[in-house]
């Protein structure tokens, strides 16, 4: 049994998911470990729903999920918090 928090499995073993592009409707893959993603038929620019997230506010973030994966994720929500 992992010692690892349940709540950052999405982030530790990413599946994907499919979402409707907002442009054209097109049902386009995204991973869980993704917050942003790309429309395969027309390039739309696809933002998941911030919820919350254990990066945000678990000291052990950075041991449970990598320092790597970690870092990468909260790049990507400063991103996706000022630009959509």
Known sequence: MSKAC?????????????????????ETEIWTDELVGQCHLCGAALYRELGPSCIDWCVYAKECIGEEKYQHLKQQRSVVTVTP
Do not use: H
């Not at 999405?10 to 442009?23: D, G, I, L, N, V």
């Open 6 to 26: 349940p709540g950052a499995i999405k982030f530790r073993e990413p599946m994907p998911e499919y979402m409707a592009c907002p442009e054209c409707g097109q």
